[in-house]
């Protein structure tokens, strides 16, 4: 019963190299979130979308290239890969909408580790 | 620019202590606040949230707390336990889009 599921949880590759994470959500929510975790342990949000539509894209890098098939998946693709990518990557939902609560709680995935040699 | 602030940065406490752990964030004009625990090489684990109307929230021992205008949240652990151990963070929303912007944390531990 994964409610938000990432593969893969390790990512070991070269710089240079083009990489994909693959996020979906079975929650039902329409809405969903690229973060990543530095070194430091910030977590800054990359990317949100809702209902398939790109609505927030934060200073990221045009490498990063995020892709959403439809609204329980939310891909994220990074073309030639440098050191500095090297982050844990969380993947994210929510319901958005008026209804609830728990209104716009947001739900993580376990992260994918990526290191760039 | 929002900007969060988690104090202390880490804590030790024995078992069965109160504690809190403080959360403050320069723009009070947030949509709502969530608290999430995070265990060394997990994710996140979502604990309350707070809207931007309400003024607190309960979760068996976990109560948080809302000062809105002040820009301030406290994470209130009742009787903690070892089980408690991990990074606690906070983090705020503002509507179109729902970004959320994150503290810098609390690294907690309860010895027993």
């Known amino acids: 019963d994964t409610a938000v599921s990432q593969t893969p949880k390790y990512l070991v590759t070269q710089m240079g190299n083009d990489k994909s994470i693959k996020c979906e959500q079975n929650l039902g929510h329409d809405t969903m979130y690229w973060y990543k975790q530095d070194s430091k342990k910030f977590l800054k949000i990359m990317f949100s979308?809702?209902?398939?539509?790109?609505?927030i894209n934060e200073t990221v890098p045009n490498r990063f290239s995020p892709k959403s098939p439809d609204k329980a998946h939310l891909n994220l693709h990074i073309n030639s890969l440098e050191l500095g990518d090297s982050a844990v990557y969380f993947c994210?939902?929510?319901?958005?909408?008026?209804?609830?609560?728990?209104?716009?709680?947001?739900?993580f995935g376990p992260g994918t580790r990526l290191t760039v040699l | 620019k929002q900007e969060v602030t988690q104090i202390p940065a880490a804590l030790s406490v024995p078992e069965g202590e109160n504690l809190v752990l403080n959360c403050s964030f320069t723009d009070s004009a947030i949509y709502n606040l969530q608290w999430f625990r995070q265990d060394p090489g997990k994710g996140l684990t979502s604990l309350l949230l707070i809207q931007s109307s309400q003024r607190e929230q309960t979760s068996g021992r976990l109560n948080a707390s809302l000062d809105k205008s002040s820009g301030r949240s406290t994470l209130y652990i009742a009787a903690s336990q070892p089980g408690d151990s991990a990074t606690y963070l906070c983090a705020v929303s503002r509507g179109g889009g729902n970004k959320l912007t994150f503290g810098t944390g609390t690294q907690l531990k309860v010895e027993l």
């Open positions: 979308y809702n209902n398939k539509e790109l609505i």
């Open positions: 994210a939902s929510s319901q958005g909408g008026t209804s609830g609560r728990r209104y716009n709680e947001q739900f």
